[in-house]
């Protein structure tokens, strides 16, 4: 309790001086439209909410993930191994302590799941929508709306709207290049309002770069369609972007692999001699269990190498994906109105592995000149199909808005684990192309998910000063699993489980000082559904695992406490927050017992979590053309128990430990200048210490870094209208800093190959021209 109280003290004397670089400037409606604040701190709302626009991200890199619009918020910890953040493997957003398969996100009303690289019941937003074309993201830190289409948002939700059809006729073309022969190309062009009074618009973009480290590129291509037409007082707005995304990996780390050989360290993708002999050493090492050995390699690994899996040759992530929505909103008469919203996702994807455990299929066969290798490629296959919809009713009756609605998803997903046979001469197989012809098979499985969710809620206005909410989500989701193929019985995923919540309740109030400043507070419980999927959740077992945990297993489930402030002055807004978040049934991979064949890993619920916070932010335009904005946020967040297995064995002692990958201290400040013409930003972001293991008996150390963003806008012709030029630099400092942490999953204890590092600096121009 002191150091919270500490903590909020420190928070309310910054409260004034750190500001961001988004101006706090008075809405101001004109002829031409409306110009909004870059971030909203939540004014009428019960929940801790902000609000952030599209010119955020514009100073932000070209191309740069969505989900670096809110990295500067309070509470937010975004990590990422590349300059961009859209390299989905190591991308990573968690808040409160609630990391990314716990929150909750939307486009335009339609899921995006969890946005997990499995890619289960979604996809990440960096997919979802070309950056250019995002408009806005609304933040909720512990509490989202009652409406949210999500079935994963124990903490916070994210909901992104795209950019809307302009009413005149125009575009936007931009062009961008950089560090590691970044080049991204983006073109867009509005058809302005047409006779029927129909507006919409056509985009595609086109981003290329090499790895910062290693041998590889990062590549994707997306088409982003929109269109909206008027219907009487309503109106029928209609959506479809397609993605095709190709990655290769980076090396997964350890800090004692950091140590001994050094930040740059990655796979040996330019040397494939050296990944054959490597493979060879470990096989006559016994290391990998593969047989027949060749003694001629040896059993020593050339330095600086100690075990094989301290670089594999390559990996890769390959993700193909079209989603689209159609959205009714009409009123009807002057007190009712419905919106309803039909989507669907359609998604091919593929992870891929060079792995020296399971040798190519001619391995040691005499004469062989193909497919014998002693490695393979492995891979995790995903063919994803969901449709659903969304749909609500919002009734005003006098000082009441009654809002219902209801969400159904159907999810048909198929997963795979094959392996692709290579050459020993030379590897035949591109590791960015889809791969066909597997010389074996692990296991297939389908699986079928079924959401349901209502919600009812009533606002009242009490009076000018007060106003309540309360109401309740129902949530299932029913999850089945069936086995198309298995290598062993033991293997098999047949079965169904549900997670179901019948009285979800939220609750809020809102207290209006004056004009310009505000109380605020709200309850909130959430679940989060199961995993559908043979690599996370309930299915990850074996079969008798599965069995064994069918009948008992509880979903996750959060209470969230919120309250707080806000206030503006004429140049001055800032919200300051507290929370407390109970959570229970928290879910953790621990063996079942001697009574299950095996022994296997399954799922268990282990105990809960406590987190206790507070959160400030504010955002001051302190002269003509120059701003500051900052955010700071304390988190106290706890394991309530120790782990104990499914026999009751203690296997962690967790009682009392701090989250994992969960700082302390958060702090974000950035100073802003534009004054029309010239404008920029300097953003300098704060992390304190963050444990990668249950017991904290690991951990990465602090990290400060700094961005900077410096543009001109042209002026004086018609051709120089709508042109800017803008520089950015990312890791200003050239700082050394782990970034993700838990990239294969976080250990009990002990050190763990499951961290990536940051970038280096990176310099990167743009171009771009409105018209």
């Known amino acids: 309790m002191k150091k919270l109280l500490w903590a909020g003290a420190a928070a309310l004397a910054m409260t004034s001086w750190m500001a961001g670089a988004a101006r706090a400037e008075e809405t101001v409606a004109s002829a031409e439209g409306t110009v909004e604040e870059i971030v909203v701190l939540g004014r009428g709302e019960a929940r801790q909410v902000q609000t952030v626009s599209a010119e955020e991200l514009q100073l932000e890199v070209a191309g740069a993930s969505p989900l670096k619009m809110v990295e500067k918020l309070p509470n937010v910890n975004f990590q990422a191994a590349d300059p961009f953040g859209s390299y989905e493997w190591a991308t990573r957003i968690s808040i409160r302590s609630f990391n990314q398969s716990q929150l909750g996100f939307t486009l335009d009303e339609a899921p995006l799941g969890d946005m997990s690289y499995a890619a289960h019941n979604g996809l990440h937003i960096s997919r979802a929508i070309a950056s250019e074309n995002v408009a806005a993201v609304e933040l909720a830190q512990g509490a989202g709306a009652l409406d949210t289409a999500s079935a994963n948002n124990l903490g916070g939700t994210l909901k992104y709207v795209s950019h809307d059809p302009q009413a005149e006729f125009g575009g936007l073309v931009a062009l961008t290049g950089g560090s590691d022969s970044t080049f991204r190309g983006f073109a867009r062009l509005e058809t302005g309002e047409l006779a029927t009074g129909f507006r919409g618009y056509a985009s595609y973009s086109y981003g290329t770069a090499d790895k910062w480290k290693g041998v590889g590129e990062q590549r994707q291509q997306q088409i982003n369609v929109k269109g909206v037409q008027p219907l009487g007082e309503g109106s029928l707005t209609g959506w479809v972007n397609w993605s095709k995304r190709r990655e290769n990996d980076y090396q997964d780390l350890s800090l004692a692999m950091i140590d001994r050989l050094g930040w740059s360290w990655d796979n040996i993708s330019g040397d494939w001699a050296l990944a054959v002999r490597l493979a060879e050493i470990a096989n006559n090492r016994g290391d990998t269990g593969v047989t027949p050995a060749l003694p ?401 008996d690991q951990s990465v150390p602090s990290q400060t870094l700094a961005e900077l963003a410096v543009g001109y806008r042209f002026a004086g012709s018609p051709w120089l209208e709508g042109l800017e030029a803008q520089l950015n630099v990312t890791n200003l400092f050239d700082k050394e800093y782990v970034s993700t942490l838990g990239s294969n999953g976080f250990p009990l204890r002990g050190d763990s190959q499951t961290l990536l590092v940051g970038a280096p600096r990176q310099v990167f121009a743009t171009l771009r021209k409105s018209f």
């Open 296 to 696: 001629s390699a040896g059993t020593t690994y050339p330095a600086p190498f100690l075990t094989v899996d301290d670089a594999y040759f390559n990996a890769a992530g390959l993700r193909d994906d079209v989603v689209g929505a159609i959205t009714l909103a009409m009123p009807v008469g002057e007190n009712f109105e419905y919106r309803a919203t039909l989507y669907g996702h359609d998604n091919e994807g593929q992870g891929l592995w060079y792995t020296p455990y399971v040798p190519s299929p001619n391995y040691g066969v005499a004469g062989a000149t193909a497919n014998d290798a002693p490695i393979s490629i492995r891979t995790t296959e995903y063919d994803l199909k969901r449709y659903g919809f969304v749909g609500s009713g919002t009734l005003r009756l006098g000082a009441h808005v009654i809002n219902a609605g209801v969400w159904y998803e159907n999810n048909e997903f198929n997963q795979a684990r094959r392996y692709y046979g290579l050459n020993r001469a030379a590897p035949q197989r591109d590791p960015l192309a889809m791969q066909s012809g597997a010389f074996r098979t692990d296991w297939e499985y389908d699986f079928s998910t079924t959401t349901w969710k209502f919600h009812v809620q009533d606002t009242w206005t009490v009076t000018d000063q007060l106003t309540v909410n309360f109401g309740f989500a129902s949530l299932s989701v029913e999850n089945e699993g069936r086995t198309v193929f298995a290598r062993t019985p033991a293997a098999e995923k047949n079965g169904v489980i549900e997670a179901k919540e019948n009285f979800l309740p939220q609750a809020g109030v809102r207290y209006e000082l004056s004009a310009d400043s505000e109380l605020f507070a709200a309850y909130s419980r959430n679940m989060r559904a199961f995993a559908s999927s043979g690599t996370e959740g309930p299915f990850s077992t074996t079969r008798a695992g599965f069995d064994a945990i069918r009948d008992d297993l509880k979903p996750e489930i959060s209470d969230t406490f919120e309250a707080g402030w806000r206030f503006r002055a004429s140049s001055l807004q800032g919200v300051l927050a507290v929370y407390h978040v109970k959570f229970k049934d928290r879910l953790f991979a621990v063996p079942v017992g001697s009574g299950i064949q095996g022994n296997p890993a399954a799922l268990s619920n282990v105990g809960g979590v406590t987190a206790t916070g507070f959160e400030a932010a504010g955002s001051w335009a302190f002269a003509d053309n120059w701003s500051l904005f900052g955010s700071y946020a304390y988190n106290d967040s706890t394991y309530d128990d120790d782990t104990f297995d499914g026999n009751g064995v203690l296997v962690a002692r967790t009682s009392g430990k701090t989250t994992v990958n969960t700082p302390e201290h958060l702090a974000k400040a950035e100073l802003g200048y534009d004054d029309g013409a010239f404008f920029g930003r300097l953003s300098v972001s704060y992390l304190s210490k963050r444990y990668f293991t249950y017991e904290n």
